[in-house]
Antibody, heavy 120, light 113 residues
Framework: QVQLQQSGPGLVKPSQTLSLTCAISGDSVSSNIAAWNWIRQSPSRGLEWLGR?????????DYAESVKSRITINPDTSKNQFSLHLSSVTPEDTAVYYC??????????WGQGTLVTVSS | DIVMTQSPDSLAVSLGERATINCKSS????????????LAWYQQKPGQPPKLLIY???TRESGVPDRFSGSGSGTDFTLTISSLQAEDVAVYYCQHYYITPYTFGQGTRLEIK
């Protein structure tokens, strides 16, 4: 049974970097048939896909244009987890953040969600 | 980006009656090489992540009651709840996974009349 466990701070100051981690159990971040995504949800923007990392002979990343200049998603094979880093945050980045395996597919799994508030 | 538009935004249905939610994509999400529509439906209750109900537009996820069904192809899709139960009160979302960026509909809030 695949499970995703999120961790990270719930409060980030404006202009700083938001960092979250998603620990994977029951699967491998290096799986060549899965992609590991971050999705956020806010009242103003709804559900918004941010990006993903996946391994197919080498590591790949895809990012949403809206955050492309500020986002990094990194796999950590030693800890079987992946992380989200979003720099230069503003109050517009306040949202519930989810880590997700394969959104839409029958193999999808969602983390529990982390409410991140951007405020001084 | 593919834009997903749901209708209606909210819906009130009596217990035991049928509920129908529509989702339209701005371009076809039918992949011709495998004849699959890359469309999923989710149910979300307060404080929980979205729960997958339907994938490939019409395949019910394991454990989902058979009163939930999905239909449609190309750009027009429908989620139907054949006989509304109290536990079905939630917000429902469609999502395409045809190509990144994956995008979601704005959600349909389903209530009991």
């Amino acid at each position: 049974q695949v499970q995703l466990q999120q961790s990270g701070p719930g409060l980030v100051k404006p202009s700083q970097t938001l960092s979250l981690t998603c620990a994977i159990s029951g699967d491998s971040v290096s799986s060549n048939i899965a992609a590991w995504n971050w999705i956020r949800q806010s009242p103003s923007r709804g559900l918004e896909w941010l990006g993903r990392t996946y391994y197919k002979s080498k590591w790949y990343n895809d990012y949403a244009e809206s955050v492309k200049s500020r986002i990094t998603i990194n796999p950590d094979t030693s800890k079987n987890q992946f992380s989200l880093h979003l720099s230069s945050v503003t109050p517009e980045d306040t949202a519930v953040y989810y880590c997700v395996r394969d959104p839409g597919y029958s193999t999808t799994r969602w983390g529990q969600g982390t409410l991140v508030t951007v405020s001084s | 980006d593919i834009v997903m538009t749901q209708s209606p935004d909210s819906l009130a249905v009596s217990l035991g009656e049928r509920a129908t939610i529509n989702c339209k994509s701005s371009q076809s999400i039918l992949y011709s090489s495998n004849n699959k529509n890359y469309l999923a439906w989710y149910q979300q209750k307060p404080g929980q992540p979205p729960k997958l109900l339907i994938y490939w537009a019409s395949t019910r996820e394991s454990g989902v009651p058979d009163r939930f069904s999905g239909s449609g192809s190309g750009t027009d899709f429908t989620l139907t709840i054949s006989s509304l139960q109290a536990e079905d009160v939630a917000v429902y979302y469609c999502q395409h996974y045809y190509i990144t960026p994956y995008t979601f509909g704005q959600g349909t809030r389903l209530e009991i009349k």
